[in-house]
């Protein structure tokens, strides 16, 4: 899926001067980047940020606060398209706002994501110049006419959901934004059940891994045999609605934008718990489930063990054994599994 995100930057001469601004998420490939001092970037990812920093771009790591950029003060923007129906209006909307007259907005993505609907979409601003760019991907360039502005619903992007778990009687705050935002994930409800069937599961330190908007640690938070929890997550409205849901249950926790842990100490964890990602923006990636089994091998203490729950097709098996980590089936039900992950190296 790189072409949508390396056409981006196929015309070089539109960028040559003005001020741009690439919006970057999960769905962007970031080795398709061009560095120019005239672009900067918005991110709502820690990764991501920390690899636009590292190639040389300025930007800012966000909750996509689009209301902070001033209106028609920009000359281009880069939009390659976002996998959130949600967010990907509001971001068509702000920038129809903050788009000079005569600026560019440069759209892409694949016709089987959807690119289609959401060019015709955009194309209400201004006059639109189309261009397939490979199979399937399709490259819009959209002069904003002068006054030109998009309604499309984008504020719902901003509002909190309240997610009740019946079986637990408790509630978490949730937005668009958070990966499985409108309900609670059923591999990490089977895996909360699978631990409350384990007596000896959650003690000494624990690290919830991923912690999205706190589900995890806040169902397994008040285990009198944890000495100290730490939540942490590379998407910035998790982190912030993780350490709301955490405070508002009364259970005391540190909560860290982070990637996958990489600012945590070696070795420093009794108990992980995680509900790692598989899709990274359209697609699946196996190397995203490899990071967070070499993180949880790095993060474990002597004997320490992690539990993590994944889909039933997912070979965390073999991942774990190329990893030097030993994992056995725990528990399963018609769609997850429960792994249990232990240091022998």
């Known amino acids: 899926m790189a072409e949508a995100s390396s056409a981006l930057f196929q015309n070089q001469s539109l960028m040559s001067e003005g001020k741009g601004l690439l919006i970057a998420d999960e769905s962007f490939v970031i080795e398709s980047a061009v560095v120019r001092d005239n672009i900067q970037y918005m991110t709502n990812r820690k990764d991501i940020a920390n690899q636009l920093d590292a190639m040389g771009f300025a ?16 000359d281009f923007v880069l939009f390659r398209l976002n996998k959130s129906k949600v967010l990907t209006f509001y971001l068509l909307e702000q920038i129809a706002r903050i788009l000079k007259a005569g600026g560019h907005l440069i759209l892409t993505g694949h016709n089987q994501e959807g690119i289609k ?31 030109a502005t998009l309604e499309l619903g984008g504020f719902e992007y901003r509002e909190l959901l309240v997610l009740e778990d019946f079986e637990q009687s408790l509630d978490f705050v949730s937005k668009p934004g958070i990966y499985g935002y409108k309900k609670i994930d059923e591999g990490s409800r089977f895996l909360v059940e699978t631990l409350s069937e384990i007596g000896d599961s959650i003690k000494g330190k624990v690290l919830d891994l991923g912690c999205g908007y706190g589900y995890l640690a806040g169902s ?3 285990h009198p045999e944890i000495t100290e929890l730490v939540a942490t997550d590379c998407n910035v409205p998790a982190v912030v609605l993780c350490e ?4 508002q249950l009364d259970i005391p926790a540190t909560v860290t934008l982070d990637d996958c842990g990489s600012m945590l100490e070696d070795r420093t964890f009794d108990r992980i718990i995680c509900n790692p990602p598989f899709h990274q923006g359209f697609g699946t990636s196996q190397p995203l489930t490899e990071k967070f089994v070499q ?8 004997k320490g063990i992690a539990y993590l729950v994944v889909n039933k097709f997912i070979a965390i098996e073999k991942i774990c ?3 030097s980590v030993r994992c056995q089936q725990i528990a399963s039900n018609n769609q997850f599994k429960i792994m249990q992950l232990e240091r022998f190296k």
């Open 59 to 74: 930007g800012n790591l966000s909750d996509f606060i689009l209301e902070e950029v001033a209106d028609e003060s920009l």
């Open 117 to 147: 609907s959401v060019i015709k979409h955009a194309s209400a601003m201004g006059d639109m110049e189309l261009t397939l760019v490979g199979k399937g991907v399709r490259y819009a360039d959209i002069t904003k006419r002068a006054g």
């Open 220 to 222: 397994i938070g008040d």
């Open 244 to 247: 709301y849901n955490l405070q």
């Open 295 to 302: 993180n949880c091998k790095r993060l474990l203490r002597r």
């Open 321 to 323: 054994s190329e990893q």
